[in-house]
């Protein structure tokens, strides 16, 4: 292409799916633009854990070893900006970022992740992702045999209940009000000496971001060394949806097996649409995501 702003693809979201995707789209020579803002979800999170190879490495060690290696394939750029603006043409998509623009594109993958909301406890924001936890596969074993609260209700109280109680036996479940379980569950959780609170926790006492106790609303405390929850989220970047990309019941970005969106030349990958987080699946997607979006190009060039 002669004007250096355009690209066969643009991948906007630089983190685990985004520069997989660029790997795989780099190896099959196509020009790629990685736009990315530097604010990964997991931050805070001082290790990553399940994901052969790198078990118990920094997150941020793992995404600038991983950039590093991207960077060796030269029709790759990087663009460390946030994508304001993108307009889908007759041919292609415009993309406008914070710094500079605009950019275009024959196809898009958005790999933006997810923006997670705290909820309105003292001291959660602060702990989250060091102690309050969101997947035993990724965290569990590090905190095995603790001290151990779970923070949901209902159908997902009980599915944690059963995956954690395997790595600790000592387990209290927060309801956050009525307890949302019919008279076998609770007869089942009783019967494992799990005891259900459905006192609200007013406070979360830490010592940087470590929890060392909750306060319910009654003034009582209950020491935890750790504490499982799954807060609500939104799409982090609010484009695709903007763009016509329809979402799932649960908010994740509607993908086919493809990696397709519901808008052509429109791809996702990573946490955007899979409720599973975890580094080894956002690798995964983005490796898939870039494959075919590959195989949609050459299939349209031959």
Known sequence: MADKKEYDVI?????????????????????????????????????????????????????QKA????????????RNAKVTDVLKLDQGFRVQTD???????????????LRDLMPDIPGFAECW????????????YEVRGQRTGILANGDMGYHLLQLIRNLSKDLILFTQG?????AERLQKIQGHHIQVMETKIKQIDHKEGRIQQVVLE??????LDALYARPA?????????????SLTEQGLLQVDFFHRTTVP???ACGDNVNMARSVALAVSSGSMAGAFVNHDMAAAEF
């Open 129 to 140: 992702g060091i102690s309050i936890l969101h997947c035993p596969y990724c965290h569990g």
């Open 67 to 78: 950039k590093e290696q991207v960077a060796n394939y030269p029709t790759v750029q990087f």
């Open 11 to 63: 991948i906007i979201g630089g983190s685990y799916a985004g520069l997989s995707a660029a790997m795989s789209l780099g190896r099959s020579l196509r020009k790629v633009l990685v736009v990315d803002s530097g604010r990964p979800c997991n931050a805070p999170t001082p290790h990553s854990h399940n994901f052969l190879t790198q078990d118990g490495e920094r997150p941020a060690a793992i995404s």
């Open 233 to 245: 989220f939104v799409q982090h970047s609010p484009i695709p949806e903007k763009l016509g990309c």
């Open 178 to 182: 009525k307890a949302e379980l019919d």
């Open 265 to 267: 030349g429109i791809y």
């Open 99 to 113: 710094d500079d623009g605009p950019f275009f594109a024959k196809k898009l993958i958005f790999s933006t992740g």
């Open 218 to 223: 009654n003034g009582e405390a209950i020491p």
